[in-house]
């Protein structure tokens, strides 16, 4: 939303849009379900937001019940909590569904979304949630794990203390490794409301997942046998590859196409 003569936070020129420190520019609010990055001038010590592409989620999302249950509980929260942070740990199995989970409750949250880079400093990071103030968002800091031994958390736990913040935060993180989880987020619900860990798909997943995909659906059974008893790593990305193909090459037994793909054996 654009306008000429209000009072908003933002000045947007362009596809630019800076917190409003002067008058040039057009007066700009952050739009609900739209996605923006962040970029830092450190000559100007200048934060910039620039509109990104919308999150995009696959034609069919496979979750469970207690998925569906986990995402709405979430949302109820954070629609409950008054200016304050609500952290959400998305950690585990690579190709699990960790990152479709994440776009789907910042999507449903329809709140701006906010993309943070790992190579943005925590300082500044925390001066972006200080400039943010009283407006709602949902930021999204993807694979915390891999930010490093030298990244300074005081910042981070900062933030999700709410020091030096208002309005409502939703702040959504996706780890592939516990072990490199600062130990001041683990066990501290007032910095991390909700942790899902992703395990291995469970057997009605894969089931569905190969329903669906599979063009033979005599193969169901078969395939979901060879599947639980063959991978090592049962995942949504493994599932699916394997399918696909099954489907584009159906003389091949599972076992040659397992041979044949980058799989890991149980």
Do not use: H
């Given at each position: 939303?654009?306008?000429?003569?209000?009072?908003?936070?933002?000045?947007?020129?362009?596809?630019?849009?800076?917190?409003?420190?002067?008058?040039?520019?057009?007066?700009?609010?952050?739009?609900?379900?739209?996605?923006?990055?962040?970029?830092?001038?450190?000559?100007?010590?200048?934060?910039?937001?620039?509109?990104?592409?919308?999150?995009?989620?696959?034609?069919?999302?496979?979750?469970?019940?207690?998925?569906?249950?986990?995402?709405?509980?979430?949302?109820?929260?954070?629609?409950?909590?008054?200016?304050?942070?609500?952290?959400?740990?998305?950690?585990?199995?690579?190709?699990?569904?960790?990152?479709?989970?994440?776009?789907?409750?910042?999507?449903?949250?329809?709140?701006?979304?906010?993309?943070?880079d790992k190579s943005l400093y925590p300082s500044v990071l925390c001066k972006?949630?200080?400039?943010?103030?009283?407006?709602?968002?949902?930021?999204?800091?993807?694979?915390?794990?891999?930010?490093?031994?030298?990244?300074?958390?005081?910042?981070?736990?900062?933030?999700?203390?709410?020091?030096?913040?208002?309005?409502?935060?939703?702040?959504?993180?996706?780890?592939?490794?516990?072990?490199?989880?600062?130990?001041?987020?683990?066990?501290?619900?007032?910095?991390?409301?909700?942790?899902?860990?992703?395990?291995?798909?469970?057997?009605?997943?894969?089931?569905?997942?190969?329903?669906?995909?599979?063009?033979?659906?005599?193969?169901?059974?078969?395939?979901?046998?060879?599947?639980?008893?063959?991978?090592?790593?049962?995942?949504?990305?493994?599932?699916?590859?394997?399918?696909?193909?099954?489907?584009?090459?159906?003389?091949?037994?599972?076992?040659?196409?397992?041979?044949?793909?980058?799989?890991?054996?149980?």
């Amino acid at each position: 939303m654009e306008k000429k003569n209000n009072k908003g936070k933002f000045i947007k020129v362009g596809n630019s849009i800076s917190f409003k420190f002067s008058t040039d520019g057009l007066d700009y609010d952050l739009q609900p379900g739209s996605v923006y990055t962040v970029s830092y001038d450190r000559y100007e010590e200048k934060l910039t937001l620039s509109e990104a592409p919308s999150l995009k989620l696959p034609e069919k999302v496979y979750s469970s019940e207690s998925d569906d249950k986990f995402m709405k509980k979430i949302l109820n929260r954070f629609q409950k909590s008054k200016d304050e942070v609500t952290g959400v740990m998305l950690s585990g199995l690579k190709g699990s569904g960790k990152t479709v989970m994440c776009k789907k409750i910042a999507l449903d949250s329809n709140l701006p979304i906010i993309l943070i880079d790992k190579s943005l400093y925590p300082s500044v990071l925390c001066k972006l949630f200080n400039l943010l103030e009283d407006v709602d968002v949902c930021a999204i800091i993807d694979e915390i794990d891999k930010l490093g031994e030298d990244y300074d958390d005081s910042y981070l736990l900062k933030i999700l203390d709410g020091i030096n913040s208002s309005g409502r935060k939703l702040m959504l993180f996706t780890c592939n490794n516990d072990d490199m989880i600062s130990e001041f987020l683990i066990d501290r619900c007032s910095r991390i409301r909700y942790w899902r860990e992703f395990d291995e798909m469970n057997k009605e997943l894969i089931k569905s997942i190969l329903e669906d995909r599979l063009n033979d659906k005599n193969e169901v059974k078969s395939v979901l046998d060879f599947i639980v008893s063959r991978f090592g790593c049962v995942s949504f990305d493994n599932v699916s590859s394997f399918a696909q193909e099954i489907n584009e090459n159906p003389k091949d037994t599972f076992e040659e196409l397992f041979n044949d793909m980058n799989l890991s054996v149980k």
